[in-house]
Structures are given as C-alpha cells and as structure tokens.
C-alpha cells in the first residue's frame, strides 16, 4: 500500500486519534491517507499557529500525542511559537512536515526552505524520511518519543516520494519509557525537609495532577514545608477537594521577596526557579541566597510518583479535604478583579481554564482556589497567540467539559483565527476576551525601566486604541457569537448563557 | 550614549526610515532609542507576520531596508514565513531580534531559545551582538549587507545588556556592492541569440524594472527573441508605454509546453526554470531538452545593465511604445474573468498591485497588460500570507500611490491582521478580497493527482465554506471599512469609491 497510509495505519494501530491539519501540495498523499484509514478525526485550523497551539492544548489534556500536518518550511514556522509554548508545557505531539520529493529539492524550487534548522528549537526528536519503506517506522518512532510522559515533540520531515512509495505498517515500538523514581533522592529530599526552617516545596509539571498535589500536602502536614507552584504550569488540578496551591509570583523581585525566607528549596517537577527575564540588578536564579536546592524529580521523571514515595518515607498521613469555598458572583464595575470573582463564581465543575489574560487575568488564580475541579493551563513558554488555539485543543481532546479562554486582547489578536475551528467544530469554549486596548504589561515593563514618561514611540507601540478592535465582530466573522459587556452584572448574565449554551461563544470585556 | 541609542543613530544616518515592529520586554531599549532620536517611523503590526511581510512590500517599492523590531524566538518565527517570501523577492530587510541579556541565556528561561537556528534559513547574514561598543557597528554591517541592490536579509540578535550599555554610532560602511556585468557573458549571450533559431530571454529580479524591460524589447526587435518573465515576480513595472511581457505559466507542464520550442534560453536576473513542486513524471527543470542556457546575469547582479549592455552590442534600436490600451469595465456575473477586467479597467496610474489572488486572481495579469503604468508584486517564496502584509508596507513606502491588494481569501485569513496597521496608519490600501470559500488550488491539485472523488476529509480540509468567513465583519473589527460585492457592475462602483477616497478600504467578492 502506499507509504502514507501504511502510515496513517501505524498512528492509528498506536493510538493516535486527532490531527491538527493545514495541509498544501506537498501533503495531500497524507491527507488521502486519513480518508483511507478510519480512525482519526482532521481539524482545519486557518493558520499553523492555531494546530500546532491545538495540539499543546490536546496533549495537556489528554497525554497523548495529536498529529499536526503541516506545509514545508514556512508553513511549519507558523506553528513554531505554539510549538515553544507546547515544548516548555512537555506535551507530546507529533509534527508531519511535508517537503518537496527528494529529487526536487536541489531545485531549490521557490518553497525550499531548511526545515529541519527550523525545527530542531522546538523539537527534541527531528528526522528526514528517507524512504518510502522506512515512512511508517519513522512514524512509529515520533510516537514513540512524542507519548513518553511527561511528552515532547517529535518532528518528521516527509518528502512527497517518501509519501507516494510503497510500504507497510510498522510495528508499534515501546514508547520513551519515565525515569523511575530515584530513592537517593527521595531520602535526600527528606532529610533536607526535616533538616530545614523553613522548608519550601516547588511543584511543577506532572507535580501538579491530582495524586502529586495530595502527596505533597501530606507532605506538608507532616513537615511544615510551604508549597508552591511554578509560574506557569502547563496543566495544574485545582478546586474541589484538592490542596490549594499559590503560584510563585511572575515579576522577579516579587518571586524573591515570596520565597526569601526559605532554607530549603525540594524541587519536585520544576526547575530551580529563574527570573522570567534578566533584569539588570536582578540575579537569574531566584533561589535566596544560602538556600540548599534538592531535586527530588526533574520536570522529565515521574514527579507524581516521586512525591508519593516522599509522602510514605516520611509517614504523612493524607491531608484534610480542602474548605472549597467560591466567591459571591460580584456586582458593579468590571475590572480584572471583578471579572476574576464572576468567573470563579460561574464556572462550571469540571471547567478547563486557558489563562492567557495576562494582566488581566491576574487577579483570577487567588478567586479561584476554592472553584469546583478544574484544570488550569498557563503560558508556559511565553510565546503569546497561545490561549485561543489552545483552548481549541482542550476542547477537542475533552469533548464533555466546558473550556474557558482568560484571554487578553493584545495575545488574542495573534491567532483568532483560532476562533473559526472553534465555530466549524462545534467546540465548548468561552472566550472572555478582556480588552483593555493595550500591551498593558509592556507599558508596566516600561514602568519598572524608570521611564516615567514615555515617548510618543512608546506609548504608540503598546497602545491598541487607534483604532479600537472590535472583538464581536471580529468573532462573528469567524463564525463565533459574541456579545460585550461593560459591567460585572452584565458579565454574569453572559457567563450563565454561555455556559448554559453549548459550541462557542466569545464575551467581549470592556476594560479600557 | 545608550548602545541602541547609538544604533539608531547610524541607523537614521544610514538612510534608514521605517521601523516595522512588534516589541516586547526585552525590546524596551530599542524602543526607547525610537523616541530618543527623530527620523524613523514605528509601525506597530499585531503580529510579526504583519511586520516582516510590511518590510518586505517596503523594500520591494523602495529598494532601501526597513528594519523590523521582534521579540526572542517565538516572535521572530511569526516574521519567518514572510521572511521567507522575502529572501525570494531579494528585498532588504534588517531584523533586529531582542534576546536575553547574555548574563541570563544560561538559565534557560521560559522564552530562551536557539534564535540563529531559527534565523539562518532566511537571512544571508546573522549575528549576535556580543558587546554594547559593537552593537553600533553591528547594525551598520547589517544595513551594508541588506542595502546592496539587489537586496538580502540581514538579521541581528541583540541581548538586552548590549542595548543598555555604552554605545557610540558607528561609521556607516560601504553597501554590499552588485556585481558588474560581465562582458563575456553578454558576448555569449549575444552569441547564443544569434544563432538560435527560437530564442527566449527569461527575465526576473531587477531585470523586470523599466530599463531592463526596455532593453529586452530592444534585444526582441533586434534578434527575434521572445520575452518571458518569472512566475512570480518580486517587482514588475507593468502598463503605459512600457514593453508587455507574458510571464511563465505556473503550473509545469503548462510551463514546459509554453517553452518546449525553443533552443535557446537567456536568463537576465531569473534563474533556470523549475517546476514550483516535484511532480512524479515530470522534471525539476523546465529547460526543453538539449536547448542551450545561458546565463547573461545572475538575479544576484545588475540584470538591468547586462540587458543594456546586451542591446548596445547588438546595435539594437529603442523599440516603439507600447500600445496601451485596456478592458471596458465588465458587466454581468462575478467572477475571476471579469474581476480581472473591472480591476485592470479601474485600476488609477501609478498603482501598486500585490497579487496573491491565487486562483481568483490569475485572469486579471493578461487584463491589466494595458492598464495604465502599474507595478506588479507578486508571491516570490510561495508561503501564503503574503499579501495583506505586503501591500501594507508597499503603501508606507509609496505614500502617494494607490495599492492593490488582490487577495485570496484562504491566504488572507492568515494575516488578516495587517488591515489593522492600514487602519492605525491611514494606508491607500484598497484589498479585493476573493471569497470563493475554499482552498481551491488543493482543489485543483487534487485533480491533477487523479483524485476524481475526494473522501470526506480532502474536501473538508480543502473547504472554508463551514462556517462562512464574514469579511466585512472581520475588516471592520480591525477598523477597515468594508462592503461586499456579487457582481461585476457592484465591483466597478465599489473600486470608483475605493479610489476615490483616502485610507484603506476592503472589497469581498463573492465568488463561491
């Protein structure tokens, strides 16, 4: 059979249900492929930034790796931002580059472009098809790097000769397998928390599921140890009966003066904490001065299991449910805190929230603690364009929850496209777009460079007045209801309909 | 001063005037250079494709570089597919890329990532600033490497402490210099017309502007030598009293057919023909067989003056004037065909025309043979997106002409944000936007590879028709004001409108 196909089958035959597609020429073998073999359902995103932020999204939320479908070189660097995103989150996903025939490319034909440059900074695993005979294994092998757990991205170029040939399907090899839990570093993380004053447990990463935030409690109850959680987690479990957690703060000086008084730092699932950028004056490493740093997982083990073996090495017993309590739905001006407080008293049990609202979306994390369980999926690598693609990928991989977008507007304007997918696919997903017509954390940045009076350049180039956008008929455009409010009450209103309502809906917020 | 004080400095002292940007954090000392000295304008774009793709149209009208300002990895990758187009158009371009201050790379932050390995596949030149007395200097080297005719891509990366620190403007360097022209090529060129019984000169790059075009008349009268331009042109002056050009079909074998005669072919500023994809059955090379190519200038050299050169050695005579005439404005049903002839019939002198109508665009190159003087831009890399961003930046460079955007509308939807930056700075842009609500070239080439029934996945990943795009919704979301048209008589009236009044303006044809 052809290459592609026997392909397609292997994905299938591993597991692989959805692929996050915006193919060209060079990738129909593959897009005939999907028709041939059932199995996999093909989501049209208008622009590479929205599949591959999809499939950052999926992979959050399901574990397992989407395909994307992607055209050459220039098409695969529309989704290379989303990819970063997907890269620091450790999703698993598996890129399909199509490239010229091999025969082609020394024409240097005006699509030629070197992809795999391009894809080694956002790929842990890149590879050329070389033949039509080694298409399906090269593909199993992707899947095979891409489903580890925690994931990470596996990127195959695939020349359409390489497509159109004939082949068979692979054999499904054992996935990238977890580092087990390493009990040198479970009794040295113990000895660290019983030795130190004032201990500090940082979770991250897979740290931040159910079963590691319990462990970790039960390790607080039993130590003293404070915990806290990475910036921007990729997917953190919150609400119901779970352990509330605080978030390391994002400015560096606040990180610092928050963790100051530790001893101890227990780094389970997270890095040594650094500064998001380097400020001058401000060290990169965040850690206080004097403090031992132990490392019971990396971001790579089972963190989750390693917090476990912790838990039971010091004989903690289980934490007490968390009170989970949610705040009063708010009433008069919508601002970021009351827009915090209304969603927090709104969403639904099992909501998945995408918080790109950067300033905006500030004050909702604290509101939230006490929300019924839900899933909350941050910015992980900075690049912004990722909160409304991702979100569409939640949604996709969890068909029977109810998705939110925390969305500012700046971000938002990156990828909107994203909101067409949404509309085609029917998708649960709320979008509050908070609009506050600026790059607001740019002109806080500027704050904070000493410049107390920007120059006319400065304000020109973090201002998103002139003109206003108009995000209700932007989303209309793409086929999305959408409606604006300018108070909490209002606000509320449209939550409660939005919620009620299924397929998408955007909720223009008037912060300005 | 500041070392990106400095840097603007010999920036404006370079000549160059127009910043496209999307700055942030580790941008902020660029940015406030932009204030501290007068002479270059900012121009926001709300996304980087926008910006890369701008600097590109602005290059192309101008022949001088923009600088574009974008922010690490992620946002340089947005500009990448545009930069793409651009490294084929040969336009110049400086990039300049913020990074990390260079103390703070090590720690691996959330935006760190390999910027040169995303920066090399589309730029000549690339370097990281290493010291604030060198970041001066550096911005010149780039200038002198993107300003040569015809132009290159010059990207430098700049950590923020090299921003920050001490700085002193720099020299400004002599530009890359062009190539001469080569006698013994003209010679053999001239040789090889002459004894040829059907010989075509295949004209591209610098070769399309009106002294090349005039001398290729002159060597057409002179030897008998047909005239053909590239596919898709960087720049081609077109209309008035210029010699008309046909240009090479795009597809390949329609492009092999149209050349199959001929025994000779000279290249002036194109490359040897190749087929835009590699198609089981037919060549890279769409040279016929056993017909003689010759090389009279590179795209890399002075195409112009070899044709100027080439005439005088023929002892060619100024061909007459062109004729020009064009169509009557058309009546009846929409459709590309008589879209062609009302946009060619409106069309006001001096016109810039950015064409990535795609399919729905190709009737109107023959139409507009006739049209008044026009120059002609076409989508030299073949990475879609082009066209919005491209002919925003056209219009900054050529304040006082009026540009056209002929844009498809799957293409469009992937930087639809440039309309914004046409609204925020009052651009002559009117966009014909072509609704025929699918991918319609995948179409096309689903045909062609024999798929005479493709299965429910090929045609949706190749339909835009569920939902619909509403794009007077999403123009006038980014300020644009906008109509729709369903026949060619509504098209004749809404262009007299579009061309009669100032700011951009779109036009969505239905042509589904």
Known sequence: MQASEASIRTAVQAGIEVCFANPGTTELAWVQALDSVPGIRAVLGLFEGVCTGAADGYGRMTDRPALTLLHLGPGFANGIANLHNARRARS?????????????????????????????????????????????????????????????????????????????????????????????????????????????????????????????????????????????????????DLPSIERLPYFPDQAIEAIAKHDVIVLAGAVSPVSFFGYEGIPSSLVPPGAEVVTLSSPEADASAALESLADELGARASEAAAASRPDAPIGPLNPGSLGQALAAAQPEGAIVVDEGATSGMPYFLAAAGAP???????????????????TGAAIGCPDRQVIALQADGSGAYTLQALWTQAREGLNVVTLLCSNRAYRILQVELGRAG??????????????SNPTLDWVELAEGFGVPACRVDTADDLNRQLEIGFAESGPRLIELDLA
């Not at 839900?374 to 991702?390: D, E, F, M, N, R």
């Not at 410049?451 to 998103?464: H, K, M, N, Q, W």
């Open 92 to 240: 698993p996903i598996v890129n399909i580059i199509g490239d010229h025939a091999s025969w082609h490319l020394a024409a240097d034909a005006p699509l030629t472009s070197d992809i795999a440059s391009l894809a080694h900074p956002v790929s842990s695993w890149v590879r050329s098809n070389q033949s039509a005979k080694d298409l399906a294994s090269d593909l199993a092998a992707a899947w095979a790097e891409a489903a580890g757990m925690p994931g990470r991205i596996a990127t195959l170029i695939s020349p359409t000769d390489g497509q159109l040939g004939e082949g068979e399907p692979a054999r499904i090899p054992e996935r990238r397998s977890t580092a087990v839990v390493d009990h040198d570093a479970v009794s040295a993380a113990s000895r660290a928390l019983r030795g130190g004053r004032h201990p500090l447990l940082l979770l991250g990463g897979l740290a931040l599921r159910d079963a590691g935030l319990r462990a970790a409690a039960r390790i607080a109850g039993s130590t003293g140890a404070r915990i806290v959680g990475e910036t921007f987690p990729a997917r953190l479990e919150r609400g119901g």
């Open 373 to 391: 369980r839900h899933s909350y999926l941050g910015l992980t690598g900075g690049a912004i364009g990722q909160g409304l693609p991702c979100a």
């Open 451 to 464: 410049v107390a009076e920007p120059g006319p350049i400065a304000r020109s180039l973090t201002d998103l």
